[in-house]
């Protein structure tokens, strides 16, 4: 079954540091851009973050550049996303996804096929 | 970063409604856009990519379309099952950015 599953999620205070964990299964998971979302309490969706399949290319939302760094271990089929100086605008559900990448028309783009279940964090004192 | 405005923010509807949402960007995308439905509690699903083209598995009553800076997802005949919220989210340019959501209900 193709599947991806979040850890890592919990309470930690203003300024602390957690690391959510994305295990991949039933697919080539070094064949896929993979991205980190979330969605704050009651809110919308977000992009957060991707990286490329070999973990040569990253890109970040502004709000966490500097702050958050995603990773990828294509032998552990895992996908990381390290998160410091953790802000109470940080609280939200976490959801890794996997990139199908199709080919329109000569130009790679977004279709998220695959999603995990969500790790929530929450930054309070 | 590219800002996506989606309209309406809710509606309500009765089964058997053609239903409509569109989305604008603040800029020229091409067709760099896809549609997702989102459940309470669930994750997102994938709907549409590419602006048009239905995601395998994804029932026919949903269809997308435009390109540039204007979109619409159109659902046929409206089922109880598509009681959701659906976003758009571009892919021209990073980051992505969402619409803010569309609450479809029952009536």
């Known amino acids: 079954e193709v599947q991806l599953v979040e850890s890592g999620g919990g309470l930690v205070q203003p300024g602390g540091s957690l690391r959510l964990s994305c295990a991949a299964s039933?697919?080539?998971?070094?064949?896929?851009?993979m991205t980190w979302f979330r969605q704050a309490p009651g809110k919308g969706l977000e992009w957060v973050a991707n990286i490329k399949q070999d973990g040569s290319d990253t890109n970040y939302v502004d709000s966490v550049k500097g702050r958050f760094t995603i990773s990828r271990d294509n032998g552990k089929n895992s996908l990381y996303l390290q998160m410091n100086s953790l802000r109470a605008e940080d609280t939200a559900v976490y959801y890794c996804?996997?990139?199908?990448?199709?080919?329109?028309?000569?130009?790679?783009?977004?279709?998220?096929?695959?999603w995990g279940q969500g790790t929530m964090v929450t930054v309070s004192s | 970063a590219i800002q996506m405005t989606q309209s309406p923010s809710s509606l309500s509807a009765s089964v058997g409604d053609r239903v409509t949402i569109t989305c604008r960007a603040s800029?020229?995308?091409?067709?760099?856009l896809g549609w997702y439905q989102q459940k309470p509690g669930k994750a997102p699903k994938l709907l549409i990519y590419?602006?048009?083209i239905l995601q395998s598995g994804v029932p026919s009553r949903f269809s997308g379309s435009g390109s540039g800076t204007d979109f619409t997802l159109t659902i046929s005949s409206l089922q109880p099952e598509d009681s959701a919220t659906y976003y758009c989210l571009q892919d021209y340019d990073n980051p992505r950015t969402f619409g803010q959501g569309t609450k479809v209900e029952i009536k």
């Open positions: 996804a996997r990139d199908l990448s199709p080919i329109i028309r000569g130009v790679p783009l977004d279709a998220f096929d695959i």
């Open positions: 800029q020229a995308i091409r067709s760099d």
């Open positions: 039933g697919f080539t998971f070094r064949n896929y851009w």
């Open positions: 590419a602006a048009s």
